[in-house]
């Protein structure tokens, strides 16, 4: 789904919304039409992610320290008001297959890096690997479908830091793969996304972070 068939939608349901649903949505909706618009991948990710994060709005305290349990919350959340099974065919129908390439690349693993920067061992960073391994491959086997898409987001945040905080090469060939298959992912996961909030206004999603404050 595009943005124009969500924005489309957006009128005509705004009015349910309150102020936050509102704002997350607006914004969302916001970076997935820039990231439409670009023509690189690296730009289409980054903004992808924004995209993610304005609805997702979690405070940038918690998503440094505790991404993990956050992203599992809020994924958890749209599984089950996911009355459509969009999150599942998305992930079992479309990606399953590009999805097991992404988990078996040791670039996206936090923990590569963290041996590369001195701050574990060889043997911890291979050995976390392989339980991670274990652990996508229990969620692909079981069809854990919040499971799977919240250690997919895992991944996928560290290609958003080595994008943003100036880890990588814009258009570099070292992270192409990687950029291609999150590109993928996330511009029909944010629009899903997108649409469950849309279709449960009276979910309690939480303020939008950064609210508008008057000059």
Same mark, same amino acid.
């Given at each position: 789904? =595009?943005? @124009?068939?969500?924005? &489309? &939608?957006?009128?005509?349901?705004?009015?349910?919304?309150?102020?936050? +649903?509102?704002?997350?949505?607006?914004?969302?909706?916001? $970076?997935? /039409?820039?990231?439409?618009?670009?023509?690189?991948?690296?730009?289409?990710? *980054?903004?992808? #992610?924004?995209?993610?994060?304005?609805?997702?709005?979690?405070?940038?305290?918690?998503?440094?320290?505790?991404?993990?349990?956050?992203?599992?919350?809020? *994924?958890?959340?749209?599984?089950?008001? %996911?009355? @459509?099974?969009?999150?599942?065919?998305?992930? #079992?129908?479309?990606?399953?297959?590009?999805?097991?390439?992404?988990?078996?690349? =040791?670039?996206?693993?936090?923990?590569? $890096?963290?041996?590369?920067?001195?701050?574990?061992?060889?043997?911890? $960073? &291979? !050995?976390?690997?392989?339980?991670? =391994?274990?652990?996508?491959?229990?969620?692909?086997?079981? =069809?854990?479908?919040?499971?799977?898409?919240?250690?997919?987001?895992?991944?996928?945040?560290? +290609?958003?830091? &080595?994008?943003?905080?100036?880890?990588? !090469? #814009?258009?570099?060939?070292?992270?192409? %793969?990687?950029?291609?298959?999150?590109?993928?992912?996330?511009?029909?996961?944010?629009?899903? *996304?997108? !649409? *469950?909030?849309? /279709? @449960?206004?009276?979910?309690?999603?939480? /303020?939008?972070?950064?609210?508008?404050?008057?000059?």
């Amino acid at each position: 789904m =595009k943005y @124009h068939t969500l924005k &489309q &939608q957006q009128r005509q349901v705004r009015g349910e919304f309150c102020e936050g +649903l509102a704002l997350r949505v607006h914004r969302a909706l916001s $970076w997935l /039409d820039k990231s439409e618009k670009c023509e690189d991948k690296d730009s289409q990710f *980054i903004f992808l #992610w924004i995209a993610f994060n304005a609805a997702y709005a979690q405070d940038t305290e918690v998503l440094r320290h505790t991404e993990s349990e956050a992203f599992s919350k809020f *994924i958890n959340k749209l599984v089950n008001l %996911d009355t @459509h099974n969009q999150i599942y065919n998305l992930l #079992w129908s479309e990606f399953s297959s590009s999805i097991r390439v992404l988990l078996a690349n =040791k670039f996206v693993f936090q923990p590569f $890096w963290d041996f590369h920067n001195g701050k574990i061992t060889e043997v911890e $960073w &291979q !050995t976390r690997f392989t339980k991670a =391994k274990v652990a996508a491959n229990h969620a692909l086997a079981n =069809k854990s479908t919040d499971a799977l898409a919240s250690i997919i987001l895992q991944r996928l945040y560290t +290609l958003r830091n &080595q994008l943003v905080h100036g880890g990588a !090469t #814009w258009q570099s060939s070292a992270n192409r %793969d990687q950029i291609r298959d999150g590109v993928m992912f996330l511009s029909q996961l944010v629009p899903i *996304i997108i !649409t *469950i909030m849309m /279709d @449960h206004p009276k979910e309690l999603w939480g /303020d939008a972070n950064y609210p508008v404050v008057p000059i």
